[in-house]
């Protein structure tokens, strides 16, 4: 019901806009802006802020121009579109490398793999898998082209901020919970405690205290990654 309700929207927004969604097989990253100011107008101040528009990406460089295709996917962008040359391929080939016996050594590229072989998740209601298990374990998953890795895990949506990624609450939106509960063991540590008490205080310096990235992503820290 949702998606018919976003669909309705949208066509309306499309006719406002100038653009006959039934004869439109494309649209330009202009028209793709005009529409989705009115529509998620969050979104593209987002990103706006963020580095990529500054660099000239566009919504069709990532998404495509077919929106037919794009909502076949439910926008979703392949780790392949973010390797391309041009923008991340490093990142990627980091990511997604494997050893010699084919094996991915990323333990966050092998969690969409190992999720799906798991004799619990096989035997999950589908309703559940979503919130139990694939929430997390999809930042490893594996697009229709091979291609492995959700980058929007971690840099969100759609500023895709590195300074956000590195920070202990994009963490903690995973490494949480009874069953892995990393993050909170962090909050209550001294490192979490002055980590915590520095970012709330003005001219505070969180930098004092270790977070994630500083054993775990240490080449993120330095500004490698």
Not at 58 to 83: E, F, K, L, N, W
Not at 87 to 94: I, L, M, R
Not at 138 to 163: L, M, P, Q
Request: hydrophobic residues 30%.
């Amino acid at each position: 019901r949702r998606t018919v309700l976003f669909t309705v929207a949208a066509m309306a927004v499309l006719w406002l806009c100038g653009v006959t969604p039934a004869l439109a097989d494309s649209y330009t990253p202009e028209e793709c802006l005009s529409c989705h100011t009115a529509l998620q107008p969050g979104l593209v101040e987002q990103y706006h802020d963020g580095a990529m528009s500054g660099a000239g990406v566009t919504c069709v460089s990532c998404h495509g121009a077919d929106h037919a295709a794009i909502d076949a996917v439910q926008g979703r962008v392949p780790a392949s579109t973010c390797a391309q040359a041009g923008c991340h391929p490093q990142q990627y080939a980091e990511f997604a490398h494997k050893d010699d016996a084919g094996a991915y050594v990323n333990k966050h590229a092998q969690g969409w793999t190992r999720m799906v072989a798991a004799a619990r998740y096989k035997v999950m209601p589908d309703e559940q898998r979503y919130e139990m298990c694939e929430r997390c374990h999809n930042v490893g998953f594996v697009s229709e082209d091979g291609s492995v890795g959700k980058c929007d895990s971690c840099h969100t949506r759609h500023t895709f901020s590195a300074e956000e990624a590195k920070e202990p609450p994009a963490c903690g939106t995973c490494h949480m919970g009874p069953d892995h509960e990393q993050i909170d063991m962090w909050e209550k540590s001294k490192h979490g405690v002055v980590y915590g008490t520095e970012k709330e205080r003005a001219g505070g310096d969180p930098g004092r205290a270790p977070t994630c990235v500083t054993c775990h992503m240490p080449e993120m820290e330095n500004g490698e990654g």
